[in-house]
């Protein structure tokens, strides 16, 4: 009896990858199992409903890196891609092999969860009237406890200020954000011009762009913005580059993530608010602020097209 690690990425889940250790005179079925139970947060379908592909381009193993979490977000990836049938079985040379054949700094098996299954969420959740579907790769957030946060902060938003979230709450849920929010001197007027511009009567603009050299405090600006929209009581959408390919929805008690191609159906709607972070925005109808560096390939054509200010 030999034991193989295949490591396993799920599709929409951008850093989702797990290694599961597997007999090889199991079949393809068992191994549905394992991995299920291997992700049972982010896997609540029956395992027979996975979809399981060898993860081969042209005979080489994808590589486990950024361009990987980039590759499964893309539509018709799967073009040529091998499926497995729950039969075969797991010893066949022309699967895995063995030993070196598996690779390095590689994924094995690229897992499809089902267009829609149960979950905490439920089929499906209404935001504002409005009723979305559940998708595979939407999931409640980990990021609840920083909007729940930010929803009760007292601290008076002044300059030279710093908000302070509860103890073991971090920035996103990210713990090299760290706790506070330093208000600099101009976030507090920024605001301000930032909100009278969405919030405008004529709905002239609905877009904005904030440039600004590497370093200056955009991103921490952006916290800000969450803070102020949480009080509010805002639908936000928000997007970041830090994990690209995927979004999170905040509104009211309701903290749930998703891959890029979720919440569409809200960004249509022209109150909620739709923030990010030095990723190259989609276009949409809802309250657009865009924070980046100068690159014009996040931000000029895409609001040279939709009367960004």
Same mark, same amino acid.
């Given at each position: ?22 007999? *090889?005179? &199991? ?5 549905? %199992?394992?991995?299920? &139970?291997?992700?049972?947060?982010? $896997? ?13 381009? =042209?005979?080489?193993?994808?590589? =486990? ?9 893309? /539509? ?6 091998? /499926?497995?049938?729950? #039969?075969?079985?797991? #010893? ?7 030993? $070196?054949?598996?690779? %390095? ?6 897992? $499809? ?43 008076p938003v002044v300059a030279d200020a710093v908000i302070t979230l509860p103890e ?7 713990? /090299? ?14 605001? =301000? ?7 405008? @009567? %004529?709905?002239?603009y609905k877009r904005l762009i904030i440039l600004g050299t590497p370093g ?20 936000? $959408? ?14 009211? =008690?309701?903290?749930? &993530?998703?891959? %890029? ?6 960004? @249509?709607?022209?109150? *909620? ?37």
């Amino acid at each position: 009896m030999v034991q193989v690690t295949l490591l396993c990425a799920i599709v929409g889940l951008p850093r989702c990858v797990s290694a599961v250790k597997i007999d *090889t005179n &199991e079949v393809v079925g068992i191994l549905k %199992k394992a991995i299920k &139970e291997d992700n049972a947060v982010d $896997v609540r379908c029956d395992a027979r409903k996975l979809r399981l592909f060898l993860a081969k381009k =042209d005979g080489v193993w994808l590589r =486990d890196d950024g361009d990987l979490d980039k590759l499964i977000q893309t /539509e018709g990836f799967l073009d040529g891609m091998e /499926e497995m049938r729950a #039969s075969w079985e797991l #010893s066949d040379p022309s699967l895995f092999g063995t030993g $070196v054949m598996l690779g %390095k700094k590689v994924v094995h098996v690229l897992v $499809v969860l089902p267009r829609t299954m149960a979950s905490p969420l439920g089929e499906s959740i209404t935001v504002g009237g409005v009723t979305i579907p559940v998708t595979s790769t939407m999931r409640n957030s980990p990021r609840a406890d920083f909007w729940k946060a930010l929803q009760k902060i007292k601290t008076p938003v002044v300059a030279d200020a710093v908000i302070t979230l509860p103890e073991k709450t971090f920035i996103l849920d990210e713990s /090299e954000l760290g706790s506070h929010i330093y208000i600099r001197h101009c976030y507090p007027r920024l605001w =301000d011009i930032c909100r009278s511009i969405l919030d405008g @009567k %004529k709905g002239t603009y609905k877009r904005l762009i904030i440039l600004g050299t590497p370093g200056i405090g955009k991103t921490y600006f952006c916290f800000l913005v969450l803070l102020f929209l949480a009080q509010d009581g805002a639908t936000v $959408v928000y997007e970041s580059s830090e994990v690209e390919g995927e979004r999170t929805l905040f509104s009211g =008690d309701l903290v749930v &993530e998703g891959s %890029k191609k979720d919440f569409n159906t809200l960004l @249509k709607q022209r109150e *909620t608010f739709y923030v990010v972070d030095g990723v190259k925005p989609s276009r949409v109808k809802a309250k657009t602020m865009l924070v980046t560096s100068p690159r014009k390939k996040v931000w000029h054509k895409i609001f040279q097209r939709n009367c960004a200010r």
